[in-house]
């Protein structure tokens, strides 16, 4: 996957592993690239990961920046946390709220 911003890529583990918060309700994390301090929405769906950009100011709606196919995901949610299944790794990524 590439930064939305400069283009540079990164690993989802890592991106999983430095989110800084979720949105659990969307399926999103929240992934600042180390290089350029841009932020990246990367939402998860079972067996599929999709980089999105909001394309309203109020976050009403979305586009599809990139997908792809990733089988071993999935995600389950909770109040407090959105959690992520990687390639047998759980990741619990704190709400925003
Ligand atoms: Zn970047």
């Known amino acids: 996957m590439n930064c939305i911003n400069c ?5 989802l583990e890592f991106a999983l592993s430095n989110s800084a918060f ?6 999103t994390i929240w992934y600042v690239c180390p290089d350029c301090n ?3 929405h990367i939402r998860f769906n079972s067996q599929k990961v999709e980089l999105i950009k909001s394309v309203t100011n109020n976050g009403t709606s979305w586009e599809t920046v990139h997908d792809y196919f990733e089988p071993t995901i999935d995600v389950r ?3 407090m946390y959105l959690h992520v299944w990687f390639d047998g790794k759980h990741f619990e990524i704190k709400s925003r709220v």
């Open 7 to 11: 283009k540079a890529s990164f690993n």
């Open 22 to 27: 979720s949105w659990p309700e969307m399926q």
């Open 38 to 40: 841009k932020g990246n």
């Open 77 to 79: 949610i909770d109040s």
